[in-house]
Each structure stands twice: as structure tokens, then as C-alpha cells.
């Protein structure tokens, strides 16, 4: 099952999900759980899905779908 934003597929979600995602926004050569990342279903992996991953991992509370 699919974990939202769990980049790395290890089933927490922490600050190295965060760290991942941004190395693979940026274009480094990274594997990530692409259904995962898509954290607002926009159909794109980038800065907001960061962002709404940030806050909630920091305890906003913010909508992960």
C-alpha cells in the first residue's frame, strides 16, 4: 500500500524522505516511490509536495493524499 510521502519506502516518514525528494527535484540520481511523492495529486513531483510534506512532518496540519 501506497504510504504518503514516503519517498523511500522504508514506512516512516522523516526528514530523509525530505532529503531524497530534493535531491530528485533537483535532478540527482536518486530512486524514489513515485506514487508516494505526488503528496497533493497534482500529477507532478516538485517543491509543493515538498513543502506539504515539511509541514507535516513538523505536525501541520496539512492533507497528504
Same mark, same amino acid.
Given at each position: 500500500? &501506497? &504510504?504518503h510521502?514516503? @519517498?523511500?519506502?522504508?514506512?516512516? #516518514?522523516?526528514?530523509?524522505? #525530505?532529503? @531524497? #525528494?530534493?535531491?530528485? @527535484?533537483? =535532478? *540527482?540520481? +536518486? ?7 505526488? +503528496?497533493?495529486?497534482? =500529477?507532478?513531483?516538485?517543491? &509543493?509536495?515538498? +513543502?506539504?510534506?515539511?509541514?507535516? @512532518?513538523? =505536525? *501541520?496540519? +496539512?492533507? #497528504? &493524499?
Amino acid at each position: 500500500a &501506497k &504510504k504518503h510521502g514516503d @519517498i523511500t519506502s522504508d514506512g516512516n #516518514l522523516n526528514n530523509q524522505d #525530505l532529503a @531524497i #525528494l530534493m535531491q530528485y @527535484i533537483n =535532478g *540527482w540520481s +536518486v530512486q524514489i516511490n513515485i506514487d508516494a511523492a505526488d +503528496v497533493n495529486n497534482d =500529477g507532478m513531483i516538485n517543491n &509543493k509536495d515538498y +513543502v506539504l510534506i515539511m509541514r507535516h @512532518i513538523n =505536525g *501541520w496540519d +496539512v492533507e #497528504l &493524499k
